[in-house]
């Protein structure tokens, strides 16, 4: 495996913006915990349950359209321009049908509630939050095609200084709707689900509004003769984003029903879980936004059929997913505590918190080997094998461990939240050695060795 400081440079500068914008929008969450964790712990818990629900939904549905960004990169590698705007505008008619899907889906949440064991005032705030923050679904998709698009070209910048602007809306519409100034009811963790859907709706505006006036980008130009919606081609990109979508919605549930898991642990288990799964999320950001720019790298050099710089770039990728997972693991263990203390003053859920964080510490390494593999994955545009290998490590393995470890003494004295976590970490590593495999073979198979 070669590695390459041009490679590595030229990655970073694609995933440094992405890595921005995606902290931004994470922290939108934080905030959310921060501010509704300053109301009540009955607020932070139904935060946690009520996001445990909404999360798996929405950032699913936004893995199928994620299939975009690699497929704009390889026709942006191809010089196919009437790929790109054709595969847009197929996109525009996906992102309604699963904006419509997941409203419909939405309407379902009170029979799950019901079946929580938790208070009802929490039920009632997680709903809350439920009922306001699908009003901001598509607004959300139809952010993400459009962004999609953007990074497929490799202009990565924009989304960050869009996120910035959903940033400074979350926080003062939170603290209308949370807290009830302005006249507006106190609506306590509900307000950051009228807080999150307006917010939605404006990045998708200043998304679009940027396209428009991009001469890169071409907004206008790529709705000009819309065409009629295409089945095959809404297929293929269906196609390419379900395994996606499925990889998507089983990590991000591997991690937010734990709250519904251990809601019957009380408040002080759920609140714990949910700082911790707050730090967490923000040290995830990092991998992600290189697995990203990975998949725009590889996209273009897929497209252009720049095999020997390809393989180079595969193996620079790795090398940097590892290096930057080591850096994230000791700043994240020397600062834990301090981290905490910014989340809640609650000296049993900062001490719950701080120890799961050691363990969070513990998978960063083979989280950012899988999300690597991934990237490549997404670039070579060969998703087939992600969904059968993320099911099976984040729930076979991950879920079925942590579930024993934390309500039975099967293996140990039950270990409470902390079990689910010892679950991931063995998940995690199962999926990070499933995926390179696949990258190998699939090197193998298109003859780039």
């Given amino acids: 495996m070669k590695f390459s400081y041009w490679e590595a440079k030229r990655l970073l500068q694609l995933a440094t913006p992405v890595f921005l914008a995606q902290i931004m929008l994470v922290l939108m969450s934080v905030v959310d915990t921060i501010m509704a964790g300053q109301v009540s712990t009955n607020d932070l818990a139904a935060l946690s349950?009520?996001?445990?629900?909404?999360?798996?939904?929405?950032?699913?549905?936004?893995?199928?359209?994620?299939?975009?960004?690699?497929?704009?990169?390889?026709?942006?590698?191809?010089?196919?321009?009437?790929?790109?705007?054709?595969?847009?505008?197929?996109?525009?008619?996906?992102?309604?049908?699963?904006?419509?899907?997941?409203?419909?889906?939405?309407?379902?949440?009170?029979?799950?509630?019901?079946?929580?064991?938790?208070?009802?005032?929490?039920?009632?705030?997680?709903?809350?939050?439920?009922?306001?923050v699908k009003w901001g679904i598509l607004g959300f998709l139809l952010f993400s095609v459009y962004r999609n698009v953007t990074e497929g070209i490799g202009l990565t910048k924009p989304a960050f200084y869009i996120s910035i602007i959903g940033l400074g809306i979350n926080v003062i519409a939170n603290y209308i709707?949370?807290?009830?100034?302005?006249?507006?009811?106190?609506?306590?963790?509900?307000?950051?689900?009228?807080?999150?859907?307006?917010?939605?709706?404006?990045?998708?505006?200043?998304?679009?509004?940027?396209?428009?006036?991009?001469?890169?980008?071409?907004?206008?130009?790529?709705?000009?003769?819309?065409k009629l919606p295409n089945l095959h081609l809404m297929g293929y990109i269906a196609k390419l984003g379900l395994p996606i979508c499925l990889a998507t919605f089983f990590e991000v549930t591997l991690f937010a029903c734990i709250p519904l898991f251990i809601a019957d642990l009380g408040a002080i288990a759920v609140s714990g879980h949910q700082v911790a799964a707050s730090v967490t999320t923000i040290l995830f950001m990092m991998p992600l936004s290189l697995s990203m720019a990975i998949a725009i790298r590889i996209g273009n050099l897929s497209g252009q059929q720049a095999?020997?710089?390809?393989?180079?770039?595969?193996?620079?990728?790795?090398?940097?997913?590892?290096?930057?997972?080591?850096?994230?693991?000791?700043?994240?263990?020397?600062?834990?505590?301090?981290?905490?203390?910014?989340?809640?003053?609650?000296?049993?859920?900062?001490?719950?918190?701080?120890?799961?964080?050691?363990?969070?510490?513990?998978?960063?390494?083979?989280?950012?080997?899988?999300?690597?593999?991934?990237?490549?994955?997404?670039?070579?545009?060969?998703?087939?094998?992600i969904t059968g290998i993320t099911f099976f490590s984040y729930w076979i393995i991950g879920f079925s461990l942590g579930y024993v470890l934390t309500k039975t003494d099967i293996i140990t004295p039950a270990m409470g939240p902390k079990g689910f976590w010892v679950g991931i970490i063995v998940g995690l590593s199962v999926a990070s050695v499933l995926l390179l495999v696949s990258v190998r073979n699939r090197l193998v198979k298109i003859n780039i060795t």
């Fill in 49 to 132: 349950i009520a996001t445990g629900i909404w999360n798996p939904l929405v950032f699913s549905l936004q893995g199928i359209l994620l299939a975009l960004t690699g497929i704009v990169a390889h026709c942006f590698g191809a010089n196919d321009e009437k790929g790109i705007k054709q595969y847009f505008q197929q996109s525009l008619y996906l992102c309604l049908l699963l904006s419509s899907l997941g409203f419909i889906v939405a309407q379902f949440t009170p029979a799950v509630f019901l079946n929580l064991g938790t208070t009802p005032e929490i039920t009632d705030l997680a709903q809350g939050y439920i009922d306001f």
């Fill in 177 to 226: 709707f949370i807290y009830g100034k302005l006249g507006m009811p106190a609506l306590g963790s509900a307000g950051c689900g009228l807080a999150t859907a307006l917010v939605f709706w404006a990045m998708a505006l200043a998304q679009i509004i940027y396209s428009f006036n991009s001469k890169k980008v071409k907004g206008k130009w790529l709705l000009q003769n819309l």
């Fill in 307 to 385: 095999n020997t710089q390809l393989k180079t770039a595969i193996s620079t990728s790795l090398f940097l997913a590892v290096m930057i997972a080591a850096f994230v693991a000791l700043v994240t263990f020397l600062g834990r505590d301090a981290i905490v203390l910014l989340y809640t003053k609650d000296e049993q859920v900062a001490l719950l918190a701080s120890s799961i964080i050691i363990l969070a510490c513990v998978y960063q390494l083979p989280d950012a080997l899988q999300v690597a593999a991934n990237g490549v994955l997404r670039g070579l545009k060969y998703t087939k094998p």
